[in-house]
């Protein structure tokens, strides 16, 4: 959901199974192995002036209200540098910010440390035709602080101008650049930027491709920074319908997610020593917090897994994408983190970009009139996934992300016959055989225990296969001689699935969702 919200890699890597156990820790944990990766394109309103914004100097700390941890370090307030960054390290309000540089990083010798870097280069706005404003936005615990470089001017280059955000997620602990339109101005100090972070040593750093020190310029393109994220720690999110911070967790869900093959192998305890020695376990699966993010612990098979339980509530839209909160419980199972349609490592509640094509979700989530005049939510292809959580939105085999052909991470802008349709709304002809397609269909679409593949031609199936999104095959049948094949699906992870049919020769690829 944005202008690059996944790379392809991003999309693929990650399966839900693992997913389901792992989230979002706020214990600063020091790691350093940040990752980069397109998001969809999307600018924020920010309405506070940032203050203390003269030529080459830090602002005034800006509280976030939250804390925040990069490196390993939480903070809870920022300064921003009129040169294009977000400076971590306090001391440096008011102060003097460089400009020049020449070093790719990371580097320990290079000027600007401890940072985000959105668009690091010498800006002037002296001529006051440019703008630096924050806000902070959403609903705690998941808020942002926007910080918005509008209009800005180069040094020694006035009529050229740089305009891009950054953004800083609570309890995510993540960083998005979008960058709006920066020009470049090639005859002071050589025309360097860069976009990226680095740690206060200079040694860490990570930038996006072809944004590292250099001459560039980029129009419409957003970048995500973030850390893997601890597989010791599960959480359960769950809405609270009166607002009053109390819910019944069923702790069943947990197990299930925990231990799918067998579920009464998870116990669970008040702390960790009980779950160490396997005392005091709970004798109810029924479990009330006494607090929000209440933490207990989970033994599962002899492993210890951190499991946060977290109330949050439901009337709030957290990832500001138009789906209601309640509803991004996918899978129903009254747990909102566990819903992860793009296995990104972002519950969908959270996540405004669910299924990881880079159209945001609140462009895919939209009524359309259906044949019969009634409205029903956007599903292109009609093959029953919506599609804001649908990765190939014209039903063609070629996921949407991959029909960007300008590959600018941006596949809404992408129309290669200019008949006004984008591509990953259009079917490609040459996809597939349309009339063998016709011949197969499968059903219930979603389903929760077992997944029927009819075949309505005369040719028998020589092979069917259902790959979940890291493309790993989770079941596979050589030969299917009948009509109707009933699959079990009943332990596979919720989830967006593809299945793989052969028939005649011919591929053809369907998606479903396991409940």
Same mark, same amino acid.
């Given at each position: ?33 940040? $990752?980069?990766?397109? *998001?969809?394109? !999307? *600018?924020?309103?920010? #309405? ?106 180069? =040094? ?6 740089? $305009? ?42 990570? #930038? ?11 129009? !419409? ?27 019944? =967790? ?11 093959? %067998? ?10 020593? &009980? ?37 949050? &509530? ?25 819903? %992860? ?50 990765? &190939? ?39 597939? %055989? !349309? ?21 309505? $031609? ?5 092979? *069917? ?14 030969? $299917? ?24 020769? !011919?591929?053809?690829?369907?998606? =479903?969702?396991?409940?």
């Amino acid at each position: 959901m944005k202008n690059n919200y996944l790379s392809i890699q991003a999309v693929l890597k990650g399966a839900f199974s693992l997913l389901c156990l792992t989230f979002f820790s706020n214990n600063a944990q020091g790691q350093s192995d940040y $990752s980069v990766t397109p *998001i969809p394109y !999307q *600018i924020y309103t920010a #309405t506070s002036a940032v203050q203390g914004t003269m030529d080459d100097t830090f602002s005034a700390p800006i509280p976030l209200g939250f804390n925040f941890d990069f490196y390993g370090t939480l903070y809870s307030s920022v300064n921003v540098s009129t040169n294009g960054y977000i400076s971590f390290t306090p001391q440096t309000q008011g102060s003097f910010s460089p400009w020049t540089f020449n070093q790719a990083i990371p580097n320990a010798n290079f000027p600007a440390k401890n940072s985000l870097l959105g668009c690091f280069h010498d800006l002037n706005n002296s001529n006051a035709e440019g703008t630096i404003t924050y806000s902070i936005i959403g609903t705690a615990p998941y808020r942002r602080l926007v910080v918005l470089f509008n209009n800005q001017s180069h =040094f020694s280059c006035t009529q050229t101008k740089s $305009s891009f955000q950054m953004v800083l997620y609570e309890t995510l602990n993540i960083m998005d650049v979008q960058i709006i339109d920066k020009g470049l101005c090639s005859t002071w100090n050589s025309g360097n930027s860069v976009t990226g972070i680095i740690d206060q040593t200079g040694l860490q750093a990570v #930038t996006p491709p072809g944004r590292n020190t250099g001459q560039w310029a980029a129009t !419409q393109e957003g970048w995500r920074f973030q850390r893997p994220i601890s597989t010791n720690t599960y959480l359960f999110a769950k809405c609270d319908d009166d607002t009053d911070g109390l819910v019944s =967790f069923n702790l069943q869900v947990v197990q299930n997610d925990l231990s799918a093959a %067998d579920p009464l192998l998870v116990s669970f305890y008040s702390n960790e020593q &009980d779950a160490i020695s396997q005392t005091n376990a709970f004798v109810s699966l029924n479990y009330t917090n006494t607090a929000n993010n209440e933490t207990i612990y989970a033994n599962v098979n002899g492993e210890i897994k951190t499991v946060v339980l977290r109330v949050v &509530d439901c009337a709030a839209d957290y990832d500001l994408d138009s789906v209601a909160t309640a509803d991004e419980d996918l899978n129903a199972d009254t747990n909102l983190a566990n819903d %992860d349609t793009d296995a990104d490592g972002i519950p969908n509640f959270i996540d405004n970009d669910d299924d990881g094509d880079l159209i945001l979700t609140a462009v895919e989530y939209v009524f359309q009139r259906s044949a019969n005049a009634a409205l029903a939510y956007l599903d292109t292809d009609n093959d029953g996934i919506l599609n804001y959580l649908d990765n &190939d939105d014209d039903g063609d085999g070629i996921l949407t992300i991959m029909e960007d052909a300008n590959q600018n991470n941006n596949p809404a802008d992408d129309d290669v016959n200019g008949n006004n349709v984008p591509d990953y709304l259009e079917f490609t002809a040459l996809a597939i %055989d !349309q009339f063998i397609k016709s011949q197969v269909t499968i059903f219930p679409n979603p389903a929760s225990s077992v997944l029927n593949i009819e075949n309505k $031609s005369t040719e028998a199936i020589s092979s *069917i296969a259902i790959y979940n999104l890291n493309g790993a095959v989770v079941k596979e049948i050589k030969s $299917s001689q009948a009509a109707l094949q009933t699959i079990p699906v009943a332990e596979l992870n919720s989830g967006v699935y593809f299945v793989k049919v052969e028939l005649k020769g !011919q591929v053809v690829n369907f998606k =479903f969702v396991k409940k």
